[in-house]
């Protein structure tokens, strides 16, 4: 069976339960911070991968490191794909849980690069902004890149909007050379 097909089952029925448990909030939390680690940490990756790592090896790492911040379904369900050894799917599983609770609750990513770190009270304002101009709850990432020397370039739903320096002055140096 396709791995792809094989993470969605278990990221639907992961979600199914956290709907049924009514904690898609919790386990949403806990899907981004998995998500993070999966993303994030070389090594994480390693112990999912590697055949030389028991079971029962996987599940103390598990344990050890997340009971503290991942509620007692998520434990669980990291022991199910242990159980049956699908846990190389967890970065995976984790994309597709996050998919299904963004289509649930109408929850959309917004990605925003600036050339500079962004206040608190900036920040604020520019979800609020968003969350009211797309009538929905907002994610919104902000990364500091700065090339873009000043300004924003902000991603939604697959479109961007490019208000950067930088742009500016590539399509001024381009209008020079035509």
């Known amino acids: 069976m396709d791995n792809s097909l094989i993470?969605?089952?278990?990221?639907?029925?992961?979600f199914s339960l956290s709907l049924e448990n009514n904690n898609i909030e919790t386990i949403y939390s806990d899907m981004q911070l998995l998500s993070e680690q999966c993303s994030g940490t070389p090594a994480f990756c390693q112990v999912l991968e590697?055949?030389?790592i028991t079971p029962a090896e996987k599940k103390r790492f598990f344990k050890s490191t997340f009971e503290k911040y991942i509620c007692e379904t998520s434990m669980n369900f990291l022991n199910v794909i242990v159980d049956n050894k699908r846990e190389v799917l967890l970065p995976s599983i984790t994309r597709n849980y996050i998919d299904f609770y963004k289509k649930k609750t109408g929850l959309k990513t917004a990605t925003i690069y600036t050339a500079i770190e962004l206040s608190d009270e900036y920040f604020s304002k520019i979800l609020k902004l968003l969350e009211k101009e797309l009538n929905a709850k907002i994610d919104?990432?902000?990364?500091?890149?700065s090339h873009l020397i000043g300004g924003f370039v902000l991603m939604v739903d697959g479109k961007m909007m490019d208000a950067s320096i930088f742009n500016k002055l590539k399509e001024f140096k381009n209008k020079l050379l035509s």
Do not use: D, G, H
């Open 50 to 52: 590697s055949p030389n």
């Open 140 to 145: 919104l990432q902000v990364y500091v890149k």
């Open 7 to 14: 993470s969605v089952r278990y990221a639907k029925a992961l």
